[in-house]
Antibody, heavy 122, light 107 residues
Framework: QVQLVQSGAEVKKPGASVKVSCKVSGYILTELSMHWVRQAPGKGLEWMGGFDPEDGETIYAQKFQGRLTMTEDTSTDTAYMELSSLRSEDTAVYYC???????????????WGQGTLVTVSS | SYVLTQPPSVSVAPGKTARIACGGDNIGRKSLHWYQQKAGQAPVLVIYFDNDRPSGIPERFSGSNSGNTATLTISRVEAGDEADYYCQVWDNNSDHVFGGGTKLTVL
């Protein structure tokens, strides 16, 4: 059973960057396709980006291109999401999520982290 | 970009059947998934590939997908089913897309 455990809440000032981690247990990170989804207060789910197993590349939603970087540390089975040039509209809960290992790009997000609240405020 | 449209809210009495719609252009040609999100919790997959249930999800949950509308059906609704429900697809141009979510209220 895959478990995703995320880092704790963050408070950042506008213009700063935030880096959220997602530790994988019960599976090997390289056999998963990690994605990041965010949810602003009282709003719906928004896909930010993730690993495309068909192309072997990380794909970012157009909205976040240039500000979003997803990386992985395979030695610790930890995925990271870094968002830069933060603004108040980036205040949200950020989730890591992944399909089951070996699934293609059509697969659902079977496993989710518990979420990390990022607050952007001056 | 591809858009999924859901009603903001659906209300149903306990023991009755709830139906939550998800509309999109030719959505019936796409693989559609449904998630349940209870207050303060992470989403949970309840239906995948239109009408498959993950282990642990009650048989009361079912799905259909045809034409321009997909539907999540919850039979014999219980108080514990009260949550927000989101549909999701992968689109060639938009990548992963979520619907706006539907709040299910059990009266």
């Amino acid at each position: 059973q895959v478990q995703l455990v995320q880092s704790g809440a963050e408070v950042k000032k506008p213009g700063a960057s935030v880096k959220v981690s997602c530790k994988v247990s019960g599976y090997i990170l390289t056999e998963l396709s990690m994605h990041w989804v965010r949810q602003a207060p009282g709003k719906g789910l928004e896909w930010m980006g993730g690993f495309d197993p068909e192309d072997g590349e990380t794909i970012y939603a157009q909205k976040f291109q240039g500000r979003l970087t997803m990386t992985e540390d395979t030695s610790t089975d930890t995925a990271y999401m870094e968002l830069s040039s933060l603004r108040s509209e980036d205040t949200a809960v950020y989730y890591c999520a992944t399909p089951r290992g070996g699934s293609g790009y059509l697969a659902p997000f079977d496993y989710w982290g518990q979420g990390t609240l990022v607050t952007v405020s001056s | 970009s591809y858009v999924l449209t859901q009603p903001p809210s659906v209300s149903v009495a306990p023991g009755k059947t709830a139906r939550i719609a998800c509309g999109g252009d030719n959505i019936g040609r796409k693989s559609l998934h449904w998630y349940q999100q209870k207050a303060g919790q992470a989403p949970v997959l309840v239906i995948y590939f239109d009408n498959d249930r993950p282990s642990g999800i009650p048989e009361r949950f079912s799905g259909s997908n045809s034409g321009n509308t997909a539907t999540l059906t919850i039979s014999r609704v219980e108080a514990g089913d009260e949550a927000d429900y989101y549909c999701q697809v992968w689109d060639n141009n938009s990548d992963h897309v979520f619907g706006g979510g539907t709040k299910l209220t059990v009266l």
